[in-house]
């Protein structure tokens, strides 16, 4: 299904969408190829497993060629599929048992020195690891992905309210863990709980 | 409501609206209200410029790129899969599946896929096996391949030899090539005249060029090289 330059990257999205609700699978395969990137992008975060974020992505769209027909425009094609992938993402994070260990593993025990601007980024990874995963991914949502806050509740299907006390317990763990991105290089971090 | 209370619920509502503020998807009435509170609330200014360094660090950080066409083809596949499942079974096609058991159809599929990488590896190792059986992969001079026609004769000769020197022994043992020379080097030679190819065969043995000669018929002597 090839779509005319013209239209939008949200109408481009309902008319690819409305197609695959009537069984395109060339339709699909746009789509497809139109968020594989972002996806993966996002997914690679939190798994550096190709398998893994694989898995998610085809699973995603997988739910997307099924309700393709049921889509009812009640948000933007884009956070309807990223709302998917949110909700496959977070029951593959946690059929994963071995997440949090794995993260620990990825990330040991530092012995860099924690006020250091060069180890800044691997601070974050480290301290990003030991957020509760709802945290984490709304924190990505927001900082890696760029969702605005109505965007995020749709996304991950909650209320507003839950978005902002997710996203500030997430700051506040990240603060205290991450003394350098203050600019004082006061404090060791310290443990998130 | 005292004005120490609605200040502190200000700030906790503006606080709660930095990270938005940050990432530039804020409306604009909020941010006004978080320009407004952040001039007065240092707490916030503070927290405002932690979650701008946080935001860069994680926009600055590297990310990975993946070729997406193998994975689509996986995802090919599972349609198939799920259409020809669809086609045999009650749900149409496009429709949720609700099947209790999704890992039985997986595992047909595995079993499926591996029968077909198994009938392919045997039928690979039986091409090679075949190949084996009708071609080898070395060869010998000796080895039974079809004669030129004529052919009474193989020889090597030296590979100093000029091909006036070599025409000069043919000529003399009655010789002419037929075929040849192989990558090693052999000649393949038909008799001229009437003279017996153990005559020939001897009268090359005679030159220090002629490294090899051994005669391809039948004959008593046919066997015997240099």
Redesign the interface.
């Known amino acids: 299904m090839i779509l005319p330059a013209k239209n939008s990257p949200k109408e481009r999205d309902s008319a690819l969408l409305a197609a695959i609700g009537a069984g395109d699978r060339r339709a699909l395969e746009e789509l497809y190829l139109s968020y594989h990137r972002r996806l993966a992008r996002f997914l690679s975060r939190f798994t550096p497993r190709y398998e893994n974020i694989e898995e998610i992505i085809n699973d995603t769209f997988m739910v997307v060629w099924q309700n393709a027909k049921e889509f009812r425009n009640a948000s933007q094609v884009s956070t309807w599929i990223i709302g998917i992938a949110y909700r496959t993402a977070l029951k593959s994070f946690r059929r994963q048992k071995n997440h949090a260990v794995a993260s620990l593993e990825d990330y040991p025990e530092q012995t860099v020195d924690p006020t250091s601007q060069t180890e800044v980024s691997d601070w974050l990874k480290h301290g990003l690891n030991r957020l509760p995963i709802e945290q984490r991914l709304t924190l990505e949502l927001a900082y890696h992905m760029g969702h605005s806050l109505e965007e995020i509740a749709t996304i991950t299907d909650c209320p507003v309210g839950t978005v902002k006390a997710r996203m500030f317990h997430a700051r506040e763990k990240l603060r205290q863990y991450l003394p350098t991105l203050s600019g004082g290089p006061s404090d060791l971090p310290a443990r998130i709980g | 409501m005292t004005s120490n209370r609605r200040t502190e619920i200000e700030h906790h509502e503006v ?3 930095i ?2 503020y ?2 530039e ?2 409306g604009e009435r909020d941010r006004q209200r978080v320009d407004a509170h952040i001039n007065i609330c240092v707490p916030c200014r ?2 405002l ?3 701008r ?3 860069e ?5 590297p ?4 070729m ?1 066409v193998a ?2 083809k ?3 596949a ?2 198939d899969a ?1 259409q020809a499942e669809a086609t045999s079974g009650p749900s149409p ?5 609700n099947n209790p058991t999704p890992w039985r159809g997986w595992m047909a599929a595995s079993i499926a896929a591996m029968a077909v990488a198994v009938a392919l590896l045997a039928a690979d190792r039986w091409v090679q096996f075949e190949s084996r059986q009708s071609r080898p992969n070395y060869w010998t001079v000796t080895n039974s391949v079809p004669r030129p026609p004529g052919e009474v004769i193989r020889a090597v000769f030296s590979p100093t030899i000029t091909l006036v020197e070599l025409q000069t022994i043919l000529d003399e043992a009655q010789l002419r090539i037929v075929s040849g020379p192989t990558e090693a080097g052999v000649y393949s030679l038909a008799s001229n005249a009437t003279l017996p190819a153990s005559a020939s065969l001897a009268l090359l043995r005679q030159h220090s060029t002629v490294r090899f000669a051994e005669g391809t018929s039948p004959e008593p002597d046919s066997g015997s090289s240099r």
């Open positions: 606080s709660a609206l990270p938005w940050v990432n998807t804020i503070d927290d410029a932690v979650q360094r946080l935001y660090t994680i926009e600055a950080q990310a990975l790129d993946y997406p994975s689509l996986r995802l090919h599972r349609l799920l096609a496009g429709q949720p599946i």
